[in-house]
Nanobody, 119 residues
Framework: QVHLVESGGGLVQAVASLRLSCAAS????????MAWFRQAPGKEREFVAR????????YYADSVKGRFTIARDNGKNTVYLQMNSLKPEDTALYYC????????????WGQGTQVTVSS
């Protein structure tokens, strides 16, 4: 059982930056591809970014490409999402997820951290 805890969300103005963190426990961290998803009010949860177990591969949704960066520190069992040039449409509850198979349905989810971007 893998336990994921997100942190770092908050209320910021447009064009500001935030860094989200997700601390994992209870499993072999490098065995999991890690990803960030988000869900805005009234919308379905959507993929944001993912990273392979060794950190060598990263993938992004078109809506965040060039603004967001996913990274992981396997020594700290933590994955990060650096978010720059934030827009009001980035407002959402951001979830961390762990997947045994890269791109597969996540096996574990965190509880989410709220990001609100004001215009």
């Amino acid at each position: 059982q893998v336990h994921l805890v997100e942190s770092g969300g908050g209320l910021v103005q447009a064009v500001a930056s935030l860094r989200l963190s997700c601390a994992a426990s209870g499993g072999t961290f490098t065995s999991y591809a890690m990803a960030w998803f988000r869900q805005a009010p009234g919308k379905e949860r959507e993929f944001v970014a993912r990273i392979t177990g060794n950190g060598g591969g990263t993938y992004y949704a078109d809506s965040v490409k060039g603004r967001f960066t996913i990274a992981r520190d396997n020594g700290k069992n933590t994955v990060y999402l650096q978010m720059n040039s934030l827009k009001p449409e980035d407002t959402a509850l951001y979830y961390c997820a762990a997947s045994v198979r890269l791109g597969g349905t996540p096996n574990y989810w965190g509880q989410g951290t709220q990001v609100t971007v004001s215009s």
